[in-house]
């Protein structure tokens, strides 16, 4: 089923929750399940595998004696190691075996703890390369010559005679039969409702009728844009903007472009029906292919094609490269945007809280399937990063420790983890009030 097409009979608070909820989830016991699987397999013994916190609503002991639960605020989840609640007694001498301190978190060697803790983000950047791949999977690659594979419902004032199967040449005189070329070059078709499109039918070239292939058709909406605080959503038409019509999409862009400050009026075509929405450019700051930033005043919107090109598929190992490629994209621009964030060259606005994320995770819900499950793998590899972080109570904080450990041959001591603790839990905790205080009052 369609994640769009439940939405409505939700309220939009309830199923923001939802959704949030889901997509923390998945990402939780993913990373979680990194700890645990690597943990066992280094002989380390977990005694509960937790999905959210607080009383438990279900639980089952598995017969390597893992206590499997799900408890009711599921904000969360956690995997207790043997000894994890009594770090003393496991410490001490002649209290417990040499091979039961071996099956503890405290007593197992250094390179076990170390690939134990390390598990969890690895695990979390695993989920994004496979979801990525997944998509490339489904969606394919576009064959060449450029060839029509359909299209959605337009509105009835729009003319479209192309058909299954069709290889586009050409439109309204320009050639362009490759889709690098076809993207390209589209903007310089001209602006009209209907356009003249070279096609191959059946081994013959014939001339048909149809929109401009990029017509102002939303093909992406961004969360928590103006557009999407605006009401609009993917599949919408645009048929006006202040009281003009259009008939491509980089008309929306200019208009856009020609009065940054000023609102948009926009009409909007959908099932058959026609509303208005009114927005006004925010401000984004954007990651550059070379590196750095640069700032731009968005609505939020993204058009395509008209029309679905025809697609082929693609190997399991390819996509799996193309999805490891994204996943060290992002990492890579979320480092970057860290780093300016710091430094003020781009505005703190770009950071998000939970708030934030939970109206992401609807708006991405309400977009459809697949694009929620690409922002599980987009926010599955920020979870990841973050807990690389040299941070204490983070999983980079345990894995400085063992740093600290292999070079001097000894652990901190007691009294030293927990001022860092301290510090960590006090410097996680400031990072999540001030992305709260943006979602809320300050970049709302």
Known sequence: MELASILPALGGTA??????VIALSVIVAIHEYGHYIVGRWCGIHAEVFSIGFGKVLFSKVDKHGTKWQVAALPFGGYVKFLGDANAASVGGTGQVSEAEKRRTMLGAPLWARSLTVAAGPIFNFILAIFIFAGYQMWNGEVTEPLTYGGSPDLPS???????????????????LEVLGAFLQNAEIVTS???????VLRDGNEITVQGPHPRLPLISSVVPRSAADDAGIRVGDVVMQINGEDIYKFNDIVEAKD???SAPLRLTV?????????????????????????ETLYLIGLYGGLYFEPEAKSIG????LWLGTQETWWRITTSLSGMWHLITGSISSCNLSGPVGIAQTSGSMAQQGTESFVLFIGILSVAVGLLNLFPIPILDGGHLVFHAY??????????AAL???MSIGLALIAALMVFGLLNDILLCP
Do not use: C
Request: no cysteine; hydrophobic share 35%.
């Open 316 to 319: 399991a190992g390819e996509a």
């Open 15 to 20: 199923w923001t929750l939802i959704f949030f």
């Open 192 to 198: 009209a409702r209907t356009l003249e499109y070279r």
């Open 418 to 420: 927990r001022v860092l």
């Open 258 to 260: 020609q009065n940054l």
């Open 269 to 293: 075509a959908r099932n058959g029906e026609t509303f208005d929405a009114t927005m006004t450019p925010r401000r984004s700051d954007r990651p550059l292919p070379e590196g750095g930033f």
């Open 405 to 414: 450990e292999a070079v001097t041959r000894r652990k901190p001591s007691d």
């Open 157 to 175: 004032s729009y003319v479209s005679e192309l058909q299954l199967g069709d290889e586009i040449l050409g439109v309204d005189g320009h050639n």
